[in-house]
């Protein structure tokens, strides 16, 4: 949209404004100078006469901007939010480091546990390694006991096979006997 009529001559004095100061001094070195003319500059637009119905430029309306009133406790509903946010912010942190503080603690009972499983599994490799070395120093006896075993298996057919031929004999000779 396009201004017309007098806010098209204080936009235009406000558009010059800033010209006119810089050509007219030096240029800015500090902020104060700089201060000044934005308050020149919003006095402008302060003074600057509104009629509604005077149109210099022949017939086209402007709009005035709806500015609805600031609610008189805005600072205090604005403070209170903070404070609440504050307060939602603090106990979601709160949480989260009491979900760290449970998974550290987690943690170092896990490492602790496997710690235990590690001792465990070093004794049971220590008294493996013993039992190895016990049936390593008796495997000698074992073979013995074996080929003791072996020897007895031979002689027990052999006393089988005296035995049936005993009463082999002993049947021969009972039938020699009644004859």
Request: hydrophobic share 35%; with cysteine.
């Amino acid at each position: 949209m396009a201004a017309t009529g007098d806010e098209a001559a204080a936009m235009d004095s406000i558009s010059r404004e800033p010209a006119a100061h810089s050509t007219a001094s030096s240029p800015p070195t500090s902020s104060s100078v700089q201060a000044e003319r934005s308050d020149e500059v919003a006095e402008n637009l302060v003074t600057a006469p509104k009629k509604p119905g005077t149109n210099s430029d022949g017939g086209v309306e402007t709009a005035e901007e709806a500015v609805e009133p600031a609610e008189p406790d805005i600072n205090e509903l604005g403070t209170d939010m903070f404070e609440k946010m504050a307060i939602f912010l603090q106990g979601e942190l709160t949480g989260t480091c009491e979900d760290y503080r449970l998974l550290e603690n987690m943690n170092k009972l896990t490492s602790l546990k496997y710690m235990e499983m590690k001792d465990i599994s070093i004794n049971i490799s220590r008294n493996l390694q013993d039992l190895n070395n016990k049936y390593a120093s008796l495997q000698p006896y074992l073979d013995q006991i074996n080929k003791i075993e072996e020897q007895v298996s031979a002689l027990e057919q052999a006393a089988y096979k005296l035995d049936a031929y005993s009463k082999k004999l002993e049947a021969r000779f009972k039938k020699l006997e009644k004859r």
